[in-house]
């Protein structure tokens, strides 16, 4: 049983770009969820699926941040026009509905740094 | 909105004592989840140990313990024998029980675990 696995593991770009982060979640998870984590603060929920259905959005996840769950399997995130302040790590979890507690399993997580 | 507060940015312990990390939380809910989290340096965060609401008795794990007093909206760890490998930071976390078990977990701010040698 592979754990969930998240790519890039790192990322640099220029204010102003996009940039695009994936998700493979434990295979027979059904819920995904991303956070956002600053240095020094605890991860922040920023969305979450069941299976392919967005079902949930944190005010934090502005206009410029879209996420997609095709099939219910993977899932990307998106940023689009990156601003310094989205600098951060940015971790994937996923949990089976019904299992252990609707325990959180995470992800590596991917470092954002924006120029 | 529930908050989870942990009052302890750091923590020092010798190897082999034992140490508790505190942690508090606000919540007008009688049915949630409560969670440890460790992350170790540049490592995954990784499932300490977890406590649902409505059980009284306090969950356990080998080293790990929790003191979960819900009137008082407590749930501190408590780590035995600590060792070398125990360093991390550690997050406290909550989940509101909503049937469908669908929301995003509200962590604390962490407490540093330094184990000294």
């Known amino acids: 049983d592979t754990g969930v696995s998240q790519n890039p593991r790192h990322k640099i770009t220029k204010r102003g770009q996009n940039v695009t982060f994936r998700c493979d979640p434990i295979?027979?998870?059904?819920?995904l969820y991303w956070y956002r984590q600053t240095l020094g603060q605890g991860p922040e929920f920023l969305t979450y699926?069941?299976?392919?259905?967005?079902?949930?959005k944190s005010r934090l996840l502005s206009d410029r941040f879209s996420a997609e769950r095709p099939k219910g399997s993977f899932s990307t995130l998106e940023i689009q026009r990156t601003e310094q302040g989205d600098s951060a790590m940015y971790l994937c979890?996923?949990?089976?509905?019904?299992?252990?507690?609707?325990?959180?399993?995470f992800g590596p997580g991917t470092r954002l740094l924006v120029l | 909105a529930q908050t989870v507060t942990q009052s302890q940015p750091e923590m020092s312990v010798q190897e082999a004592e034992t140490v508790t990390l505190s942690c508090t939380y606000d919540?007008?809910?009688?049915?949630?989840?409560l969670f440890w989290y460790k992350q170790p340096p540049s490592r995954q965060m990784i499932l300490v140990i977890r406590?649902?609401?409505?059980?009284?008795q306090n969950a356990t794990e080998n080293r790990f313990s929790v003191n979960f007093q819900k009137a008082a909206k407590s749930f501190s760890l408590k780590i035995s024998d600590s060792q070398l490998g125990d360093a991390a930071m550690y997050f406290c976390?909550?989940?509101?029980?909503?049937?469908?078990?669908?929301?995003?977990?509200?962590f604390g701010k962490g407490t540093h675990l330094i184990i000294q040698p």
């Open positions: 919540t007008s809910e009688s049915d949630y989840y």
């Open positions: 979890a996923s949990s089976l509905s019904g299992g252990m507690g609707e325990t959180q399993y």
């Open positions: 976390a909550y989940r509101m029980y909503s049937g469908g078990g669908a929301d995003g977990l509200t």
């Open positions: 699926f069941q299976n392919e259905a967005q079902l949930e």
């Open positions: 295979s027979e998870h059904n819920r």
């Open positions: 406590q649902e609401a409505y059980k009284q």
